[in-house]
């Protein structure tokens, strides 16, 4: 996929995980991009690693501003002149939400308002924004469809429901253009494998590399629908660009249709190892208690984002895990 024409756009969330695979496509398609982050929860090093793609792209222009999305009138200074907002910024991880719930809400909720002001201040048309599959909530409904969704199950959830709903309201009152993608699981390379919250893939890579048996929680069987962050980025790029109107104030799943469970999961990462490290010998994984607040099974139907969107995920789960743990060796 490529951008033929050039647009200015303003991407929060820089410094994380997505928002900065997102980035890194805009620079090597000679975008013009504003990227904002505050250092809480993303790194310094994709900031430095975007900085450097730049150099390589002289015709793409790459501006970091460290920000608050919080501060709505700072992000409307920022975001003056821009054609196109990617919203990744937020306060991640189920867990985390439950003990700091005004927290998430402060930076998803207040944060997102904040960038709808902005935009509408700005006259900016459209803006994609990252919501969750943690939506669907007590839904036992599977595969999950974008109209049916259950009681959510954590702050977290709340949050990014809540947001959908703003997202309807300001698409409706101010005829704003405004997609959301509810992700599912997304995984790839510069995933931070550190701290309490840290994702499950790069988490269990860090761990076996250092010898340590990671933890599966539950029995696992808890099965996901792992996406992998091109598949993340292509769906991004694709609902900025689309004059599709049937997909404006609309919310999209995006995953892979593929249901992976931990346990198949634990293979696919270890034998990834195995085949790059030979001398690499699987640890016994120790289970632990069920997460309070996670959902037991989850996997996309992706009809609508294919038929609205052109959306077609291009990598899977096999491919994405043998990319990611290969990138822990570069």
Known sequence: MKLDTKYKWFVTGAAGFIASHICDFLIKNNQEVIAIDNFLTGLQSNIDYLKDQAAKY????????????????????????????????????????????????????????????????NKIQRIVYASSSSVYGDSPTLPKIEQNTGKVLSPYAATKAINEVYADAYSSAY??????????????????????????????????????????????????????????????????????????????????????????????????????KKEFKTPKAKYVDFRKGDIKHSLANVAKAKNLLNYSPKVLVNEGIERTVLSFFK
């Open 58 to 121: 002289p015709q793409s222009k790459f501006t970091f501003v460290n920000a608050n999305i919080c501060d709505t009138d700072k992000m409307i200074e920022l975001s003056n002149g821009c054609d196109k907002i990617i919203h990744q910024a937020a306060l991640g991880s189920v867990p985390r939400s439950i003990l700091e719930p005004i927290n998430s809400h402060e930076n998803n909720v207040n944060g997102f308002i904040s960038i709808l002001e902005a935009a509408r201040a």
């Open 175 to 276: 005829n704003m253009e405004i997609i959301g993608l509810r992700y599912f699981n997304v995984f790839g390379p510069r995933q931070n494998p550190e701290g309490a919250y840290a994702a499950v893939i790069p988490r269990w890579i860090g761990e076996l590399l250092t010898g340590e048996a990671p933890t599966i929680n539950g029995d696992g069987t808890t099965s996901r629908d792992f996406c992998f962050v091109d598949n993340a980025v292509q769906a991004n790029i694709l609902a900025s660009i689309t004059d599709n109107s049937k997909a404006y104030g609309e919310v999209f799943n995006v995953a892979c249709e593929q249901q992976t469970s931990l346990t198949e999961l634990y293979d696919y990462i270890t034998k990834s190892l195995s085949n790059i």
